[in-house]
T-cell receptor, first 118, second 115 residues
Framework: DAGVIQSPRHEVTEMGQEVTLRCKPISGHDYLFWYRQTMMRGLELLIYFNNNVPIDDSGMPEDRFSAKMPNASFSTLKIQPSEPRDSAVYFC????????????????FGEGSWLTVV | DQQVKQNSPSLSVQEGRISILNCDYTNSMFDYFLWYKKYPAEGPTFLIS?????DKNEDGRFTVFLNKSAKHLSLHIVPSQPGDSAVYFCAASARGSGGYQKVTFGTGTKLQVIP
């Protein structure tokens, strides 16, 4: 069974350019998450969706960041314009369960997208 | 405001010895605590968890201890093996608005097990 698939795996872009990261969650998972990993802050939750609807975007750092989930099998995280401080690893994750009964062991992460903004 | 803190960015341990990874938290509303393991160029994977109503959970070589009064948890790996070398993230879960859980991760501790 395929896991969470992210693309691109690596991206190097110039400051000011638009960056689009893509994610295909595990089929049947109703929850999709976007995380950012940095040395200083660890794994930060940026936004998550339930049944394609954004539930909590309080972790999105600025208006330059936006995320969409047009259908159950695809999501994008867009940064426009990108800045050097956006350089990080961005993880997409999905889960079949996040409400009652959730104990944290059902979040499945993709391999991440390494973003470098120069 | 870092609600989940891992104050040791790295740890080196000899193969066969015990590895102890520590984590502190500030939010008393957390009801589950978790450890995730991450190898280079891979996403984090779930390792072990503990409910806030327990003080210990064991799974093979891995044991998690929870001290609620101190708001502290630790992961013990005995015996440590070279394949355990990875970054370990501590995480905690609490009920958020609308009934959804919110998982907060720490900054990670890089464990190196020396053969």
């Amino acid at each position: 069974d395929a896991g969470v698939i992210q693309s691109p795996r690596h991206e190097v872009t110039e400051m000011g350019q638009e960056v689009t990261l893509r994610c295909k969650p595990i089929s049947g998972h109703d929850y999709l998450f976007w995380y950012r990993q940095t040395m200083m802050r660890g794994l930060e939750l940026l936004i998550y969706f339930n049944n394609n609807v954004p539930i909590d975007d309080s972790g999105m750092p600025e208006d330059r960041f936006s995320a969409k989930m047009p259908n159950a099998s695809f999501s994008t995280l867009k940064i426009q314009p990108s800045e050097p401080r956006d350089s990080a690893v961005y993880f997409c994750a999905s889960s079949p369960l996040y409400g009652a009964g959730f104990s944290g062991n059902t979040i499945y992460f993709g391999e991440g997208s390494w973003l470098t903004v120069v | 405001d870092q609600q989940v803190k891992q104050n040791s960015p790295s740890l080196s341990v000899q193969e066969g010895r015990i590895s102890i990874l520590n984590c502190d938290y500030t939010n008393s509303m957390f009801d589950y605590f978790l450890w995730y393991k991450k190898y280079p160029a891979e996403g984090p994977t779930f390792l072990i968890s503990i409910s806030s109503i327990k003080d210990k959970n064991e799974d093979g070589r891995f044991t998690v201890f929870l001290n609620k009064s101190a708001k502290h948890l630790s992961l013990h790996i005995v015996p440590s093996q070279p394949g355990d070398s990875a970054v370990y993230f501590c995480a905690a879960s609490a009920r958020g608005s609308g009934g959804y859980q919110k998982v907060t991760f720490g900054t990670g501790t890089k464990l190196q097990v020396i053969p």
